[in-house]
């Protein structure tokens, strides 16, 4: 893969960070590339691996729900404003990639360091303005269709 090819010609020159991937789909039937997937975990080129099934019951159907646990939220809010991260995101333009760009932004309500010291509404605004600061910086990106 590219990125693997990346790591390996980089792992002298400087350190890639960690790669985070969610994957959503109805179940495990519609689950693409897992050999692959399987592939990256095992060299190290994909860190965190989450997959989402929306047709299995659970309480956490969609991406946006696994974004949203603690630890994972706190983990990608500092990968974008601390680490120089990015995110993209790919998919249903009508709703996931809507909800997953609000889950962001509540994401860096609750763990961003946004300066700002009024009520939830500023932060909230506070929080669109740094997702926007990430578009226009092409650090956030969206391949999205409806």
Known sequence: SH?????TQTLDQQQLGPMELFFGCRTSHDELFSTEI???????????YHQVHSRTGNDEKYV??????????????????QENGCV??????????????EAFVTLL??????????????KEVAARSCLEN??????FLLDIWS
């Open 88 to 101: 993209y995101i790919c998919g249903d333009g009508n709703h996931m990639g809507k909800d997953v760009q």
């Open 134 to 139: 990430l578009k226009s910086e092409k650090r």
């Open 38 to 48: 399987t592939h990256f975990q095992t060299e190290g080129v994909l860190t965190h």
């Open 64 to 81: 946006q729900h696994v974004m949203l646990r603690e630890e994972i939220g706190k983990r990608l809010v500092q990968s974008v404003t």
């Open 3 to 7: 990125r693997a090819a990346q790591r």
């Open 109 to 122: 309500t609750r763990y961003g360091d946004l300066k700002v010291e009024g009520n939830d509404e500023e």
